[in-house]
């Protein structure tokens, strides 16, 4: 069975910092892959997904994640984090269902 | 394109009483629909997957005698907790797919407080 793993529960940083929210999933087949944000009291936003080809897929907001697959990793990445940066954000892998990671919460200080 | 809402967005409610969630796909049809239950600060858990016209596959500890889904079309599937407990306060969110799941566009969340 697939399961996501999100290494970081908390990710403190300053504004203008770059960040990087890891991910890693276990899967011996091809899975498909997303990251999503969720701001309070509201549902998910889709960030960016990995459906197939290119290993470095750029989404919203300045974020882009790098397909790793001999590290089964989906790490997130923004080069400059901005204070409406801060929010929950979850990575997901699907399968035969989606499946996602504990989250992370990244908050961004002044 | 690919806006799902929900409705209502929150709801307070009394022991005992049963109350509706719906999610709708308002551009598009959504031939696969999601519903998902997430506590605070907590990751999203998969309750069941609703296809259109089907009866609903629920995940392994879901009661389905107490959340009711039905999905009547393709652009809407409701959530019915019946018999209300407080330990079914919680977020709802919905979410629905084109392609069978593996893209899925979620709903704003709904949240519910048994009293």
Redo the contacts between chains.
Sequence with gaps: AQSVTQLDSQVPVFEEAPVELRCNYSSSVSVYLFWYVQYPNQGLQLLLKYLSGSTLDKGINGFEAEFNKSQTSFHLRKPSVHISDTAEYFCAAYLNDMRFGAGTRLTVKP | GAV?S?HPSWVICKSGTSVKIECRSLDFQATTM?WYRQFP????M?MA?SNEGSKATYEQGVEKDKFLINHASLTLSTLTVTSAHPEDSS?Y?C?ASRLA?????????T?LTVL
């Design positions: 799902v929900q999601f600060k907590q990751s999203l998969l997957t977020f969110i979410s799941g593996v893209e899925q566009f979620f709903g704003p969340g949240r």
